[in-house]
């Protein structure tokens, strides 16, 4: 299964931090935080992965070059523009190939077992299209995006959590976009569960959305106090 990190978001939250570096090149206990994904990704078994970029990516590109230096092998998707999430992967389809492929948002901070993650499936017998990783609830999105209900993922139900930018996708889900225009993932993932071929799992362990100077400031010093910095 290929890889897929998202790194084209502008970071506006994070300025001026980002101003000058792009934000998944911003370091939390000594390395970027793309470059926690890389090793935990290699660590889990994927050796191929696409990173989009937009905003100062020939940054990210000097940065990571070919991933050999990781042990992975990366290919990018360059934007002129941010095309927000589904844009961005429509744009990179002919990257990732015709499997489901796993998809990580740049811009998180997670100890998820994408081992396991790789090792599972969508359910071709119910037609899946997708798999989301949720966590509990985050003090900036108390209200949650979707409901997880005996392992399938609905728009709407009694206990909401949020979407940890963590997914396991079909092509198919994104093929009748066109290609190079922005669009959002939210509405295609609610259709999805509108009929039914949206799965999930609760992920219990470390997780944080990086989105602030202060969250990243906080991840900083947890990280180098725990001696987990490099």
Known sequence: MKAMILAAGRGERMR????????????????????????????????ELVINHAHLGWMIEEALGDGSGF?????????????????????????LGGAPFLVVNGDIFCDADFSSLRDTPLDRTRGDLAHLLLVANPEHNLEGDFALVDGRVKAEGPQKLTFSGIGIYDPALFEALPSGQAAKLAPLLREAMAKDRVSGALHQGQWLDIGTPQRLAALDKALRSTGSGG
């Open 16 to 47: 001026p931090l980002t101003d000058n570096c792009p934000k998944p090149l911003l370091e939390a206990g000594g390395k970027p935080l793309i470059v926690w994904h890389l090793e935990r990704l290699r660590a889990a078994g994927f050796e």
């Open 71 to 95: 042990g992975v092998s990366i290919r990018y998707s360059a934007e002129a523009q941010p095309l927000e999430t589904a844009g961005g992967i429509r744009k990179a389809l002919p990257l």
